[in-house]
């Protein structure tokens, strides 16, 4: 059983920055990609950005891309998503995914965060 806590959300005003972290706990030895995805109201879920844990190379949306950093510490099993240049449209609940690869695609992790509101105001 592998177990995924995020933690960092928040209320910031736009143009601000948030750190968002992830941790995977369990066992562990099976993941490989790790991504964050997030679901404003009203709207379905989105991928925001990905990690692979062997090889760094990361994936990002294009409305993320610049904006957003993902790295992580393997170490620690940990994944960060730095964001920065926050909008109103980045309001959502972000989720963090574990699973054996790193995807743009929700169905190719098996374990998911409870999830962490990011609330970006005008």
């Known amino acids: 059983q592998v177990h995924v806590v995020e933690s960092g959300g928040g209320l910031v005003q736009a143009e601000g920055s948030l750190r968002l972290s992830c941790t995977a706990s369990?066992?562990?030895?099976?993941?490989?990609?790790m991504g964050w995805f997030r679901q404003a109201p009203g709207k379905e879920r989105e991928f925001v950005a990905a990690?692979?844990?062997?090889?760094?190379?990361?994936y990002y949306a294009d409305s993320v891309k610049v904006r957003f950093t993902i790295s992580r510490d393997n170490v620690k099993n940990t994944v960060v998503l730095q964001m920065s240049s926050l909008t109103p449209e980045d309001t959502a609940v972000f989720y963090c995914a574990a699973g054996p690869t790193a995807a743009v695609v929700a169905g190719a992790y098996r374990h998911w965060g409870q999830g962490t509101q990011v609330t970006v105001s005008s």
């Open positions: 990690i692979s844990r062997s090889t760094g190379n990361t």
């Open positions: 369990g066992r562990t030895f099976s993941i490989y990609g």
